[in-house]
């Protein structure tokens, strides 16, 4: 029973994670918010006893992804101030 409600809290607050990542107007709150999805996502595995599914998102949806976007956004200014 208390699974089942951390579950659908976890859930909501993926669900509103979304809404800011689809329409807030800074890109880096948008990574941010794709990542905590992404790790809410993992421990929702978790709970669903699917171990090796929860790690995988952990450290490629959580981790690596918002690693990704963060250099390439940077990689991006970059060559925006050198024109």
């Known amino acids: 029973?208390?699974?089942?409600i951390i579950v659908l809290i976890l859930s909501l607050i993926m669900l509103v994670?979304?809404?800011v990542a689809i329409h807030h107007k800074s890109l880096q709150i948008a990574v941010i918010a794709s990542?905590?999805?992404s790790l809410f996502a993992s421990v929702v595995y978790i709970f669903l006893a699917a171990p090796d599914v929860a790690i995988t998102e952990a450290s490629i949806g959580s981790a690596?992804?918002?690693i990704i976007f963060f250099y390439v956004l940077n990689k991006i200014r970059h060559s925006d101030a050198k024109e």
């Open 1 to 4: 029973m208390i699974y089942s």
């Open 17 to 19: 994670m979304a809404l």
């Open 35 to 37: 990542g905590i999805i």
């Open 64 to 66: 690596l992804t918002v």
